[in-house]
């Protein structure tokens, strides 16, 4: 089996700071995404990228860039962190086009924006 | 575009009773794949059913889906609550083969079981 490992677990910043959340994966896997989840809005799509140097933009992409350098890594910046901002960013990789395709997560970055 | 709804907040059941919780979905295509996640506190998502066949029940670890395209849902429901399904459960869509590489989520719906 695989796995999906985000840096930091938590990460503080100031307001107006840019901020860069990590995500690798061993699964090999083409496609890799970045979602932002608060409570009661759900999981929104903020990038996903379908290989290495691809990159698309989802429904909350405004105020992040991304980057897909190598296959195995993801990593999405937060351009200027907003004051008071809460929020956890789940990164998740899956093998697309095949009739056993899902999604598999990592544990998430907690950020806290003073 | 696509669009998932669930039952919305939270969901409180006392142990053993049933669980159901919805799910319906909007989309343009006829042929979509369906999922249920799960959440649990400290862990990271994980797959808990998936379907894209029309009225065919799906099961896994006790908890059954069925997928009706006619009405569009594709509700999650288990006979028995255990204190353990206490999580966060989300449902989601994907359109395969249409170029589209999007999964989309609902809202979340957080069930806690009490004894």
């Known amino acids: 089996g695989g796995i999906i490992t985000q840096t930091p677990k938590f990460l503080i910043g100031q307001e107006g700071q840019k901020l860069t959340l990590k995500c690798q994966q061993n699964?090999?896997?083409?496609?890799m995404y970045w979602y932002r989840q608060d409570s009661g809005k759900g999981l929104r799509l903020i990038y996903y990228?379908?290989?290495?140097?691809?990159?698309q933009k989802g429904d909350l992409s405004e105020g992040y860039d991304a980057s897909r350098e190598k296959k195995s890594s993801f990593s999405l910046t937060v351009t200027s962190a907003q004051k008071n901002e809460m929020a956890v960013f789940l990164c998740?990789?899956?093998?697309?086009?095949?009739?056993?395709?899902?999604?598999?997560f990592g544990h998430g970055t907690k950020l806290s924006v003073l | 575009g696509d669009s998932v709804t669930q039952t919305e907040g939270l969901v409180t059941l006392t142990e053993g009773l049933p669980v159901m919780l919805n799910c319906t979905y909007q989309?343009?295509?006829?042929?979509?794949?369906l999922f249920w996640y799960v959440h649990y506190l400290n862990e990271s998502p994980r797959l808990l059913l998936k379907?894209?066949?029309?009225?065919k029940r799906t099961e896994h670890q006790g908890f059954h889906a069925t997928l009706h395209k006619s009405s569009s849902s594709f509700h999650l429901q288990k006979s028995s609550a255990q204190l353990s399904d206490s999580a966060l459960y989300y449902c989601?869509?994907?359109?395969?083969?249409?170029?589209?590489?999007?999964?989309?989520f609902g809202a979340g719906t957080r069930l806690k079981v009490i004894a």
């Open positions: 990228s379908i290989t290495e140097n691809d990159l």
């Open positions: 379907s894209s066949t029309d009225n």
């Open positions: 998740a990789s899956s093998i697309t086009g095949q009739s056993n395709e899902r999604l598999f």
């Open positions: 989309t343009i295509y006829s042929n979509p794949f």
């Open positions: 989601a869509l994907r359109n395969v083969n249409t170029g589209n590489y999007k999964y989309v």
């Open positions: 699964f090999n896997h083409d496609t």
